[in-house]
């Protein structure tokens, strides 16, 4: 058999590109294997290990395995809890079973933390039994608020690795209303700044059980003065709103933008009788400041006893009750 005159040439190259281009396509599948594991998968990051993990909702099947295999201790719960749904049942019959303490901790992905609830986070994190295993939903929003707040309090990490436990690496986007818990760490840092400190652990545990505040979502409220119902006849009800947060109100006309007060009007039986807003205007109120709004109440239906609820919200993140601040309350009685 002859050969032929001459062999056809590999380029030098071609192996390297070959190997390079397998690289690429490597790590790429790798990145969307873990980015779908992130996204719609378990979600299951260690966050300080043989002491906390982190998850989203697991099944009651995956719940046993991982509190089997990691000797969990305590499940915290970041859903709140809600005891007409299937998931909360479920993981509750799994914890009692196995004698696993659950602690139910209601935070929302997609508003500043609630000052009373991120006080028990604390004292959840102080006082549970380890090894933990957090939750919520997807694992990303909630859940790395809480991981990041454990990094923070009881870790080692450098404080901007342990705020990215909050990250996209996590699955969480800071955009739209999630990025409300990106504000809470904003407003720590600015608080550093504002009295000249470094942060360290001592430091972040006093601001976030002594000063924290939910931005501009802070306000007390008072009758200006007390109107005097009478039956069928509309009324006004002058509140007065006064500025105890860290940050201004912005009122604005329209109802679906800026700060605006709003009431709702119940009466014995439980019943809502009336709603509404007020503040429908254009306004600023520096921390420090108050404004006086005026509330149009319709005439009550019938004689008796009601109590008027009335609250600030910032439209597109939260009435301000939510995050932990008071809401007005005044009962009143209309006579025939």
Same mark, same amino acid.
């Given at each position: 058999?002859?050969? !032929?005159?001459?062999?056809?040439?590999?380029?030098? #190259?071609?192996?390297? #590109?070959? $190997?390079?281009?397998?690289?690429?396509?490597?790590?790429?599948?790798?990145?969307?294997?873990? /980015?779908?594991?992130?996204?719609?998968?378990?979600?299951?990051?260690?966050?300080?290990?043989? #002491?906390?993990?982190?998850?989203?909702?697991?099944?009651?099947?995956?719940?046993?395995?991982?509190? #089997?295999?990691?000797?969990?201790?305590?499940?915290?719960?970041?859903?709140?809890?809600?005891?007409?749904?299937?998931?909360?049942?479920?993981?509750?019959?799994?914890?009692?079973?196995?004698?696993?303490?659950?602690?139910?901790?209601?935070?929302?992905?997609?508003?500043?933390?609630?000052?009373?609830?991120?006080?028990?986070? $604390?004292?959840?994190?102080?006082?549970?039994?380890?090894?933990?295993?957090?939750?919520?939903?997807?694992?990303?929003?909630?859940?790395?608020?809480?991981?990041?707040?454990?990094?923070?309090?009881?870790?080692?990490?450098?404080?901007?690795?342990?705020?990215?436990?909050?990250?996209?690496?996590?699955?969480?986007? /800071?955009?739209?209303?999630?990025?409300?818990?990106?504000?809470?760490?904003?407003?720590?840092?600015?608080?550093?700044?504002?009295?000249?400190?470094?942060?360290?652990?001592?430091?972040?545990?006093?601001?976030?059980?002594?000063?924290?505040?939910?931005?501009?979502?802070?306000?007390?409220?008072?009758?200006?003065?007390?109107?005097?119902?009478?039956?069928?006849?509309?009324?006004?009800?002058?509140?007065?709103?006064?500025?105890?947060?860290?940050? !201004?109100?912005?009122?604005?006309?329209?109802?679906?933008?800026?700060?605006?007060?709003?009431? $709702?009007?119940?009466? /014995?039986?439980?019943?809502?009788?009336?709603?509404?807003?007020?503040?429908?205007?254009?306004?600023?109120?520096?921390?420090?400041?108050?404004?006086?709004?005026?509330?149009?109440?319709?005439?009550?239906?019938?004689?008796?006893?009601?109590?008027?609820?009335?609250?600030?919200?910032?439209?597109?993140?939260?009435?301000? %009750?939510? $995050?932990?601040?008071?809401?007005?309350?005044?009962? %009143?009685?209309?006579?025939?």
């Amino acid at each position: 058999m002859e050969l !032929p005159s001459t062999l056809p040439m590999t380029p030098r #190259r071609s192996l390297p #590109r070959a $190997v390079a281009l397998g690289c690429l396509i490597g790590l790429g599948l790798t990145a969307f294997a873990e /980015a779908g594991r992130v996204l719609v998968g378990h979600n299951f990051h260690t966050v300080e290990p043989g #002491r906390v993990y982190r998850t989203a909702q697991p099944s009651p099947q995956r719940l046993e395995r991982l509190i #089997r295999t990691l000797g969990i201790r305590t499940v915290v719960n970041l859903r709140g809890r809600c005891l007409d749904a299937d998931w909360y049942r479920d993981e509750c019959r799994v914890a009692a079973r196995l004698g696993v303490c659950q602690e139910d901790l209601c935070f929302s992905a997609g508003r500043l933390p609630s000052v009373p609830e991120t006080r028990r986070l $604390v004292e959840v994190l102080d006082r549970c039994e380890y090894p933990i295993l957090m939750h919520c939903q997807r694992g990303a929003d909630r859940t790395g608020f809480a991981a990041a707040v454990s990094a923070l309090l009881h870790g080692d990490r450098p404080y901007a690795e342990a705020r990215g436990l909050l990250g996209l690496r996590y699955g969480h986007l /800071a955009l739209g209303r999630p990025a409300n818990l990106d504000r809470f760490f904003g407003l720590y840092e600015e608080w550093l700044r504002a009295g000249g400190q470094t942060h360290s652990l001592a430091t972040f545990r006093a601001w976030l059980l002594n000063d924290y505040c939910p931005g501009e979502c802070r306000a007390e409220l008072s009758l200006a003065e007390t109107p005097k119902p009478t039956l069928l006849e509309p009324f006004a009800c002058r509140v007065r709103c006064r500025n105890v947060s860290v940050r !201004p109100w912005r009122f604005k006309p329209g109802s679906n933008a800026g700060t605006h007060l709003t009431f $709702v009007v119940v009466d /014995a039986d439980g019943g809502q009788v009336a709603w509404g807003k007020g503040g429908l205007f254009d306004a600023e109120v520096a921390p420090g400041e108050s404004l006086d709004v005026t509330l149009a109440l319709p005439g009550m239906p019938a004689a008796g006893r009601y109590l008027l609820v009335v609250d600030l919200c910032e439209e597109q993140h939260c009435s301000y %009750f939510q $995050v932990g601040s008071e809401p007005l309350e005044w009962e %009143f009685e209309v006579r025939d």
